[in-house]
């Protein structure tokens, strides 16, 4: 598999050999990288299990709740209670609200264009 150089839509500006030295290096990156990131999911998975958990549950967490569930810890959340639901959306709404009714007479009424 060729990452550069070797492209239908493009000239090679590198020799072969060249070509050859850099897929390999950006192969070596990619997989160097690749079992970096195993390594650290698999030795965090009980910490990102957690953080999956609490964003199901909360779907945001702020800095600090996010560190108390990492560090194993219920996130605490004051859930107001005492607090009366919101009467209004938090979409704003558009225009005024038509008031139902029958319609005035002596309206305008479309005519045809000549």
């Known amino acids: 598999e060729v990452f550069l150089g070797h492209s239908v839509a493009r000239t090679q500006n590198v020799s072969e050999e060249t070509a050859q030295i850099i897929d ?20 965090k998975k009980k910490e990102w299990i957690a953080l999956a958990q609490g964003l199901l549950e909360y779907e945001t967490l702020s800095g600090e709740e996010i560190k108390q569930l990492i ?44």
């Open 71 to 114: 560090a194993g810890h219920k996130p605490a959340r004051d859930l107001g209670d005492d607090t009366p639901p919101s009467r209004g959306s938090a979409v704003p709404k558009s225009g005024s609200r038509r008031k139902k009714g029958p319609e005035p007479e002596g309206g305008m009424e479309p005519q045809p264009s000549s």
């Open 24 to 43: 390999a290096e950006v192969r070596r990156l990619i997989d160097e990288a690749y079992s970096t990131a195993k390594s650290i999911l698999t030795k």
